[in-house]
């Protein structure tokens, strides 16, 4: 596992708020189904800027550090905690035990990709 480096460290604070973004743009206007697809397409792409420009330098940043594989597995357990939050606070849906689990064996998976 890096050092909590600056390098280690800022890759994960931008993939965090890269995958605030990336939340919206893709799930976001399932919050407004009776707009028209156009509509959600376009915004979700400009929201979508945003979200690349903050992965693209935190994925460059981190390949000092972190391996390509290390830096996708960080994403992703990122994008399942705040998936989590958009899905309970702003779509208002419940997560059950069965997420639970299955987010704990992704997270588990995860942990084999940082070892050794």
Do not use: D
Request: net charge positive; proline share 3%; with cysteine.
């Amino acid at each position: 596992m890096p050092s909590l480096s600056p390098a280690a460290l800022w890759p994960i604070l931008l993939l965090s708020l890269s995958n605030v973004f990336m939340t919206f743009a893709w799930y976001g206007h399932l919050k407004y189904k009776t707009s028209a697809l156009w509509i959600a397409i376009v915004a979700s792409w400009g929201i979508a800027f945003f979200e690349y420009c903050l992965a693209v330098p935190a994925n460059r940043i981190g390949a000092e550090v972190y391996s390509a594989a290390q830096l996708k597995t960080i994403q992703e357990v990122i994008t399942l905690i705040v998936f989590s939050g958009f899905s309970v606070f702003f779509l208002k849906e419940s997560l059950t035990i069965n997420h639970a689990i299955g987010f704990a064996l992704i997270a588990a998976g995860a942990a084999f990709v940082f070892r050794g």
